[in-house]
C-alpha cells in the first residue's frame, strides 16, 4: 500500500511538465495536502477547478461544484472547520461575490486559500484578458477593519511553489489566504518541476491540546488560536459576530469587539518579517527603480538588464506579498533611488501604497497599462528612460 | 423508531443540550422559536443522535440565532447561506451529522438559490426551516412567504406580491423528506424532525411559528394567544386537504382557501451526495 | 539564447497544439527553458489563431514575441498580419498552397504541409508536418524531443498519424535546407 505522498505523485504525473499557471495552483494545492475544492467555473480560471475534480477523487478527496462563488466559498470554510485543507478559485466576478464570506472567513479564523485568475473588469469585462484590477479590492473588497494576505507569483513554477505558501501561511495564521495571477500567466504555459518532498515545507494548524479551560478563541503569544475541529467533541461555536474567547456573540461591548478586532490585525502585522517576500535586483546600485508585481514583474527583470546595458543604473523590486504591504521595503528603496516606476496591468492601484510608503523620497511614475496586453519591453524601457533622464 | 415518545422533560434537556452561558435567549414573548428547539432536542434524543458528533448550522435572523444555545458544535454563518457551509462540512465529514436551522427570509430569499441546489444535489442534512412570514430581526419586514394582503414597514399599503410554498418547491425538487407542522402541535413535529435526521439524504421540515411583536400585531393578531390560535383555525392536514379537494363540497372547498396544508409531504429514498460520492472514489481513487 | 517562435493560421488548423507540442519538446525533452502563450491582444480574435513559443537557456522574462525568430505561417490572413513583425534573419516557413502572397526581403521556406498531410490520409495533421519542417530547418528543439512531445499529446489512434506526419514534415525541412 503506497503512502499518501506517494499517491499525490502518482496523481500529478511526470515530475516535469509543460502546463499552466491554473494548473500549476492545482497541483501546488494537492502538494500542500488540500483535500476540499469548491468551485464555479469561470474563464480563466476554470482550469484549476478542472485539475482538482481530476485530481481530489484519486486521492480521496472531495470536488465539489456549487451552485455560485457565493456557495463556494461557504462550502470550504464550513469544510475547513472539520479539519481538512481548503481552496476555491476564481476570477474578478466571482471574487466580488465572494467578499462577504472573505469577512466571514477572516472573523472565524478560518484556513482557506482563494486563487483569483483576475480579468479585466468592471463587471464582466474581458473574460480572456489578463488584468491586476483587483489589487485593492484584495485588501478592502469585504467591509469592516481587517487585514489579508495576498501572494503574487510571476511564473507558472512560482505559481504551484507560492499557493504551497499560501496554504502554510493559512493554516499558520488561520485566515483566509489570497493568491492572485492573471488570465495571461494562468494560460500560459511554462516547464514546471514538481519538487521532492524533501524540498516542500508543510505547517498544519495548531491544534487544541486539551478540553480542560480550552476557549476558541483564546491565543497565547502568537495570537493565534489553537484549533479544534467539528466533531472532536470540543463543541465549538463559530460565529461572525462579534464573539468572546468562547466563541460567544458579544455584540454590545465595544471593548470586546475591539480587543479582538485589533487581536485579528496584529496575527498578521505583527509577523510581517515572516509573510513579506520579496526579490530584488540591483538594490545596491540603483538609481532608477521598478517596482513591479505579477506577470509583468518578469518582463522587467530583461528590461533592467538591457537598460544597465545602455548605462542607466537600473533595478527592480519585485514585490510577491503584496498585502500586508511592505511598506518598510519600499521606504529603504526610496531613500536609495532617484525615482520609481511603477508599471502596473491597472489604472494605477498598488501605485497608491507605495506612494504613501515612500512619502516624497523620491519621484513615483505610473506605467498603467488595461485592455489585456503586457507591458512590452520596449513600453518599460522608455519610461525608465525618461525617468533616468530627468533632473533629481 | 418507537411511535410513543418517551421524553425528558425541559429542564432535563436544558443542563445536558444548551449552553447555560448563553441565557436568557434573545425572543420574545410568544415566539416560536423556543418550541422548535425544544422539539429539536427532543428528537435529537429520540433518535440518539451523539452531539459530539453533530453541527448545528445557521444563517442569519432570529431562527438562525438557535445554534448558540445548543451544547453542540455550532456555526452561526452569513445571511442565506447556512446551506453553503453546512454542504462544505458534510461533504468534508461525511460522517458529522449536520442539522440546518434556518428561516423563510434566510433560507428561501436570500438563500433561495441554495436551497435549490443542495436539493438537487441531495446533501444528507436536516434542514429545519421555521416560517414566520416574515423579517422578524429586522422589525418585521415583508418576507418571500408574507401572505398577499400582508401588512409589513415595507408593505404599508398591502403586499402585493405572491408568497412562495417553500414545502412544495422541496417536492418538486425531489427532497426525500419534506413535512411542515406548525409550533402549535409538538408531537408531530418532534416526530418529523426525527425522521428527518434519520433520512439518508435531504430533509427539510417547515416550522410555522408565531411572531407576534413583528407580524401578528399587524396584521390583526394582537396578544399571544390570537397569534397561537391563527395556526390552529388556518392548518388543516394534508390527507384531509387532498380529501375535501376531491369529494369536499363547495364551501368546504371554498374554505380551504384560507388553509395551509400541514403533514409529511414526501417520504422518499434518493442516493445522496454522499454516498455517490464515496462510490466515484472507490471507482478512480489511486 | 532567446528564440522566439510565432505560429499562426486560421482556426482549426492547430497552431496553438502545435505550440504546445513545440513548447512541451523544449522544456520537457531538451531541458530547456521555454515557455508558450496563445495570444496577446485582440487583433488575433475572430479567424485568425497564433500561439507563441519563447525557448531560452535561461530564465524568460516578456513571455511574448516582439520580432520573430521563426514564423511558420498557415494561412494568408496570418502571414499578411505578421509577416512583418519578424527578425531580418528570420526563418519562415509557409504553406505555398495557401499563402501565395510573401513579399519579404526573408528567405520563404515553402512545405506543403496540408497536402502532406492529406496524402498520409488527414489533413488535420498538417501542424505537425510543419513542427517537423521547423524542427529540421531551425533545429530550435531536437529531433528526439519533438517527437517524444508529440506521441505524448496526441490520443493513442493518432499516433501512427502524426509519426508520420512528423517525420514527414521533418523530410520536407531536410530537403528546403539542403536547397540552394
Redesign the interface.
Known amino acids: 500500500m503506497?503512502t499518501y505522498r506517494e499517491?499525490i505523485r502518482?496523481?500529478l504525473g511526470?515530475k516535469?511538465?509543460?502546463v499552466q499557471g491554473d494548473d500549476a495552483c492545482a497541483y501546488g494545492a494537492i502538494l500542500a495536502g488540500c483535500?476540499?475544492f469548491?468551485g464555479y467555473p469561470i474563464t480563466p480560471a476554470t482550469e484549476v477547478a478542472e485539475r482538482m475534480s481530476e485530481i481530489l477523487?484519486?486521492?480521496?478527496g472531495?470536488y465539489?461544484q456549487?451552485?455560485?462563488e457565493?456557495?463556494?466559498?461557504?462550502?470550504?470554510?464550513?469544510?475547513?472547520?472539520?479539519?481538512?485543507k481548503?481552496m476555491t478559485a476564481t476570477s474578478g466576478p466571482g471574487f466580488s461575490l465572494m467578499q462577504?464570506?472573505l469577512g466571514?472567513g477572516i472573523i472565524t479564523e478560518t484556513p482557506c486559500v482563494i486563487i483569483n485568475v483576475q480579468r479585466s473588469g468592471p463587471s464582466t469585462g474581458q473574460p480572456t484578458m489578463g488584468a491586476y484590477g483587483d489589487m485593492m479590492q484584495a485588501r478592502w473588497g469585504t467591509h469592516g477593519d481587517h487585514e489579508i494576505i495576498l501572494l503574487c507569483p510571476s511564473s507558472?513554477q512560482e505559481a504551484m511553489e507560492l499557493t504551497i505558501v499560501a496554504f502554510n501561511m493559512a493554516e499558520q495564521y488561520r485566515t483566509p489566504v489570497l493568491l492572485f495571477i492573471d488570465g495571461?500567466l494562468g494560460?500560459?504555459?511554462?516547464?514546471l518541476v514538481i519538487p521532492d518532498d524533501s524540498e516542500i515545507t508543510l505547517f498544519d494548524r495548531v491544534r487544541a491540546e486539551s478540553m480542560e479551560g480550552y476557549k476558541p478563541f483564546q491565543v497565547g503569544e502568537s495570537l493565534v488560536p489553537a484549533f479544534a475541529p467539528?466533531?472532536?467533541?470540543?463543541?465549538?461555536?463559530?460565529?461572525?459576530?462579534t464573539h468572546n474567547e468562547?466563541g460567544?456573540?458579544r455584540t454590545s461591548s465595544p471593548a470586546i469587539h475591539d480587543k479582538l478586532v485589533r487581536r485579528l490585525a496584529a496575527k498578521i502585522n505583527d509577523h510581517t518579517d515572516d509573510i513579506v517576500r520579496y526579490e530584488e535586483f540591483y538594490a545596491d546600485d540603483c538609481d532608477v527603480a521598478i517596482v513591479a508585481y505579477g506577470?509583468t514583474a518578469?518582463?522587467?527583470?530583461?528590461?533592467v538588464e538591457e537598460a544597465r546595458g545602455r548605462g542607466i543604473k537600473a533595478g527592480l523590486l519585485r514585490l510577491i506579498t503584496i498585502w500586508p504591504f511592505p511598506e518598510a521595503l519600499v521606504a529603504r528603496w526610496a531613500e536609495r533611488v532617484r525615482a520609481i516606476l511603477v508599471p502596473e496591468m491597472n489604472m494605477g492601484q498598488i501605485y497608491h501604497p507605495i506612494r504613501e510608503a515612500v512619502e516624497g523620497r523620491c519621484a513615483v511614475r505610473l506605467l498603467a497599462k488595461i485592455?489585456?496586453?503586457?507591458h512590452?519591453?520596449?513600453e518599460l524601457l522608455d519610461a525608465l528612460e525618461e525617468l533616468s533622464c530627468q533632473p533629481r | 423508531m418507537s411511535t410513543t415518545l418517551t421524553l425528558k422533560t425541559a429542564a432535563e434537556l436544558r443542563t445536558t443540550h444548551l449552553?447555560q452561558?448563553?441565557f436568557p435567549t434573545i425572543f420574545c414573548d410568544g415566539c416560536g422559536l423556543g418550541n422548535v428547539l425544544n422539539y429539536t432536542l427532543w428528537a435529537v434524543e429520540q433518535v440518539g443522535l451523539d452531539?459530539?458528533?453533530t453541527?448545528f448550522?445557521s444563517g442569519i435572523g432570529c431562527s438562525s440565532r438557535l445554534?448558540?444555545y445548543v451544547?453542540?458544535?455550532?456555526?452561526?454563518?452569513?445571511h442565506g447561506?447556512a446551506?453553503?457551509?453546512?454542504?462544505?462540512?458534510k461533504?468534508?465529514?461525511p460522517?458529522?451529522n449536520v442539522i440546518v436551522f434556518t428561516g423563510d427570509g434566510d433560507g428561501s430569499g436570500i438563500g433561495g438559490?441554495?436551497l435549490?441546489?443542495t436539493i438537487r444535489r441531495n446533501m444528507d442534512l436536516t434542514v429545519i426551516l421555521v416560517n414566520n412570514f416574515t423579517y422578524g430581526m429586522t422589525g418585521g419586514q415583508s418576507a418571500p412567504t408574507s401572505p398577499t394582503g400582508s401588512f409589513s414597514p415595507t408593505t404599508p399599503y398591502g403586499n402585493v406580491e405572491h408568497p412562495l410554498d417553500i414545502c412544495e418547491l422541496a417536492q418538486a425538487l425531489g427532497a426525500p423528506y419534506v413535512a411542515r407542522w406548525p409550533v402549535s402541535v409538538p408531537s408531530q413535529p418532534i416526530k418529523s424532525i426525527a425522521q428527518g435526521i434519520s433520512k439518508r439524504g435531504f430533509s427539510l421540515i417547515e416550522m410555522m411559528a408565531p411572531c407576534p411583536t413583528a407580524y401578528g400585531r399587524r396584521n390583526g393578531l394582537r396578544g399571544i394567544e390570537p397569534n397561537w390560535q391563527w395556526y390552529r383555525d388556518h392548518t388543516v392536514l394534508v390527507d384531509e386537504y387532498e380529501r375535501v379537494e376531491q369529494f369536499g363540497s363547495p364551501e368546504e372547498r371554498a374554505a380551504l382557501r384560507d388553509k395551509m396544508k400541514i403533514g409529511v409531504f414526501q417520504d422518499i429514498e434518493r442516493e445522496s451526495?454522499g454516498d455517490r460520492?464515496a462510490a466515484?472514489?472507490d471507482r478512480?481513487?489511486? | 539564447m532567446r528564440q522566439e517562435i510565432r505560429i499562426c493560421g486560421f482556426g482549426g488548423q492547430g497552431v496553438i497544439t502545435a505550440a504546445?507540442i513545440l513548447?512541451?519538446a523544449a522544456?520537457?525533452y531538451d531541458g530547456l527553458?521555454?515557455?508558450?502563450?496563445?495570444s496577446?491582444?485582440?487583433e488575433a480574435r475572430g479567424g485568425a489563431a497564433r500561439a507563441e513559443v519563447i525557448i531560452a537557456d535561461g530564465?524568460?522574462?516578456?513571455?511574448?514575441v516582439?520580432t520573430a525568430d521563426i514564423l511558420v505561417a498557415m494561412s494568408q490572413e496570418a502571414f499578411t498580419r505578421y509577416g512583418h513583425e519578424v527578425k531580418p534573419d528570420c526563418v519562415i516557413i509557409i504553406d505555398p498552397d495557401i499563402v501565395f502572397s510573401h513579399d519579404v526581403p526573408q528567405t520563404i521556406y515553402p512545405v506543403r504541409a496540408t497536402k502532406i498531410a492529406e496524402d498520409l490520409g488527414n489533413a488535420v495533421a498538417a501542424n505537425i508536418v510543419m513542427l517537423g519542417a521547423l524542427t529540421a530547418l531551425t533545429g530550435a528543439v531536437s529531433q528526439e524531443a519533438i517527437m517524444a512531445a508529440t506521441l505524448a499529446s496526441v490520443p493513442a489512434r493518432f499516433k501512427e498519424l502524426n509519426r508520420s506526419a512528423l517525420e514527414a514534415g521533418i523530410a520536407a525541412g531536410m530537403g528546403q535546407a539542403t536547397q540552394p
Open positions: 503506497s499517491r502518482q496523481a511526470a516535469v511538465q509543460f483535500t476540499f469548491a477523487p484519486k486521492l480521496g472531495c465539489i456549487m451552485e455560485d457565493i456557495a463556494s466559498i461557504g462550502a470550504i470554510i464550513g469544510a475547513s472547520w472539520t479539519g481538512v481548503v462577504e464570506n466571514y507558472v495571461e494560460h500560459m504555459r511554462e516547464r467539528f466533531g472532536s467533541g470540543y463543541r465549538t461555536y463559530v460565529t461572525g459576530l468562547q460567544l456573540p506577470i518578469r518582463t522587467c527583470r530583461d528590461v485592455g489585456g496586453e503586457l512590452t519591453p520596449t | 449552553r452561558e448563553m452531539l459530539d458528533r453541527v448550522v445554534t448558540g451544547n453542540a458544535d455550532g456555526m452561526h454563518t452569513t447561506r446551506l453553503s457551509f453546512a454542504t462544505g462540512i461533504a468534508a465529514n460522517d458529522l438559490n441554495h435549490l441546489h451526495f460520492w466515484l472514489v478512480v481513487k489511486l | 504546445v513548447g512541451k522544456a520537457v527553458i521555454a515557455c508558450q502563450v496563445q496577446y491582444g485582440p530564465p524568460i522574462g516578456y513571455p511574448g516582439s
